[in-house]
Structures are given as structure tokens and as C-alpha cells.
């Protein structure tokens, strides 16, 4: 019996901490697969399928939504739902539950995990939150996987599991689910430092939408972008900006202190 983890991390983040779930669950192989820029996988090889991105704008980012609305419908297969935070999660598990509910999955079991920002705006206000997960968020998601395990050890054993509607705290539930358009417009224009910027490509390959052509220097289609800062995090010599943000607040990859609570 296998499942597939499919998720969306700009940084690295939640990506670190599905691998941090496959590598605990111990009675299921868990093949994690990166939906930016590929094709759907084929679920019919999978007997549980799991979601996983990140808080944007208090909801799940567009690219998950695409994905889902692409994937063949499904008649009950069982599937778990996770999202990484990096201040408050606003409604991002309770829509990933809908968006997949809605495609003919059963939600069995979902969970969000606090994490430091990669949202340069506020790390450069200083709230880059580098400390969490703290000890009981961390606890809490150890829980959250035992007891996705065991579910999985009773879907092994031909036991019937039921739908389970996800939890979120009574102020997520209170926040705004903010469309994706909010994003884009908050970022606003984006321009590139010419005497920074090496024609590497690396923004053009990061960008998730496709928003990005180089010639050779990046060309940014304003109508494609959904405001996800991956370009201005991974360009290597930060040569992107943008009217607010110049040089400062990057975040490529997992901070160190993040890796070692998640270390593998
Ligand atoms: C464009 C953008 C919007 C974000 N919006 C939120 C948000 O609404 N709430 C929140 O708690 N974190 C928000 N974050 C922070 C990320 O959700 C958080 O740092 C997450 O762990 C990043 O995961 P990743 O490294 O897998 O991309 C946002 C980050 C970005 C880049
Ligand atoms: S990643 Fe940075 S250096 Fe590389 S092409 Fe893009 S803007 Fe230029
Ligand atoms: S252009 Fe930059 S901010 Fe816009 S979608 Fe692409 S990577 Fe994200």
C-alpha cells in the first residue's frame, strides 16, 4: 500500500516537513511529489493521496487549486490535508479540505504547522517568526503524524475509515479568505538591478506561473504573476525588487534552526 504527498512549497518549508511526515509514517510508503510545473501524477498506484502547501493570504495558493481542479474525479479516496503557517493560517486547511472534498476525496485527518515566514514583508518588519515551531507546535504535529499513521495501519487492514472534518482556531475562522488577485496587487510591479543580475535564469525557473521570461534579462508578465515573492527569494544575487523592497528579506531556503527541529 502506497500514498502520494503532493505538494506546493515556494521555500522549502513545507517541503521539509513532508518529508519529515514520510520519513515518521511507518505503515505506508509515502512518495512525495512536487506539483509545481508537472503533469498529474497517476493516483490510481496510490491508495491515499495528501495535499500539502503553504498560508497565502490567509488561503492556499492558487497553484493548488489549478492543481486540484486537474486531477481526475475521485470516488471516496481517503486523503489527508497539511499547510505550513508562518503567522496565523487564516482558512488555508478548512479550503484545501473543500477544494479536495470537492473533487470526491475523503479528508480522513488534516493539520497546519507553525514555521518561520518566507514572506519578505514581514521579515523585514522583524516578524520573521525564525523560532517556531515551538515545543508544543512541534509536539502537536508529532501527533498529528501518529495518529495518521494509525489510520493508515486501519485503511491496511481493510478497516473502513471515516471522513473527518478539519479543526482551525476560532480566529482563523474569523479571518478573511483573501482572493488571489491581493497578493499580486500587494507586491505590485517588480523591476531588475541590470548591473546585479547575471542572466542566470533561476527566477524563470522558480516561477510557478510562468511569469517569467529572460531576455536575457527577466521580462515580468504582470497578468500571469500571483505575487508569490519566489523570484525575488531565489534570485542568487537579489537582483529583483520591487517598490517597497530592495535587497533585504530574503528567504531561499529552510533556516537552519527549522532544519534541525525537522532534521530527517
Ligand atoms: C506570498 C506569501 C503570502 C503568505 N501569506 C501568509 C499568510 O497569510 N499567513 C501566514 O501565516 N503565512 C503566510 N506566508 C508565510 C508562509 O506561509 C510560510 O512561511 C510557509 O512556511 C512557507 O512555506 P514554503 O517554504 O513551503 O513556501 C506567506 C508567504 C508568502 C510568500
Ligand atoms: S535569478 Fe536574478 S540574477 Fe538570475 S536571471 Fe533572474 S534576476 Fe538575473
Ligand atoms: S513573477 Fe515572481 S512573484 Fe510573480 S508568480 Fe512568478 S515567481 Fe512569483
Given at each position: 500500500m502506497k500514498a502520494i504527498l503532493c505538494y506546493y512549497s515556494g521555500s522549502g518549508n513545507t517541503k521539509l516537513a513532508c518529508e519529515y511526515m514520510a520519513k515518521n509514517i511507518k505503515n505506508i510508503q509515502i512518495d512525495l511529489f512536487n506539483?509545481?510545473?508537472?503533469?498529474?501524477?497517476?493516483?490510481?498506484?496510490?491508495?491515499v493521496v495528501g495535499f500539502a502547501t503553504f498560508a497565502n493570504f490567509l488561503a492556499p495558493p492558487y497553484l493548488m487549486r489549478s492543481f486540484l481542479e486537474n486531477l481526475p474525479r475521485q470516488d471516496d479516496k481517503p486523503a489527508f490535508v497539511f499547510n505550513t503557517y508562518g503567522l496565523l493560517s487564516g482558512k488555508t486547511l478548512k479550503i484545501l479540505d473543500k477544494w479536495a472534498t470537492a473533487k470526491g476525496f475523503k479528508v480522513i485527518a488534516g493539520h497546519s504547522l507553525h514555521t518561520p515566514e518566507n514572506y519578505p514583508p514581514m521579515i523585514v518588519s522583524g516578524?520573521?517568526?525564525?523560532?517556531?515551531?515551538n515545543e508544543k507546535e512541534m509536539a502537536d504535529f508529532e501527533n498529528f503524524i501518529s495518529e495518521l499513521d494509525q489510520l493508515f495501519s486501519r485503511i491496511k487492514e481493510g478497516s473502513r475509515v471515516e471522513r473527518k472534518r478539519v479543526r482551525i482556531s476560532l480566529l482563523n475562522t474569523l479571518l478573511p479568505a483573501f482572493p488571489p488577485a491581493k497578493a499580486r496587487k500587494d507586491m505590485g510591479e517588480k523591476y531588475v538591478d541590470k548591473k546585479l543580475c547575471?542572466?542566470?535564469g533561476i527566477c524563470e525557473g522558480v516561477c510557478p506561473y510562468g511569469a517569467i521570461k529572460l531576455n536575457p534579462k527577466p521580462i515580468f508578465d504582470l497578468n500571469k504573476c500571483?505575487?508569490?515573492w519566489a523570484c525575488y527569494n531565489h534570485c542568487p544575487s537579489r537582483a529583483i525588487y520591487t517598490k517597497k523592497y530592495k535587497?533585504?528579506?530574503?528567504?531561499?531556503q529552510p533556516i537552519e534552526q527549522l532544519k534541525k527541529k525537522l532534521e530527517i
Open positions: 506539483i509545481v510545473k508537472t503533469a498529474p501524477p497517476d493516483l490510481e498506484k496510490y491508495e516578524k520573521g517568526n525564525e523560532q517556531a515551531p547575471t542572466e542566470c500571483y505575487g508569490c535587497g533585504a528579506g530574503h528567504y531561499p
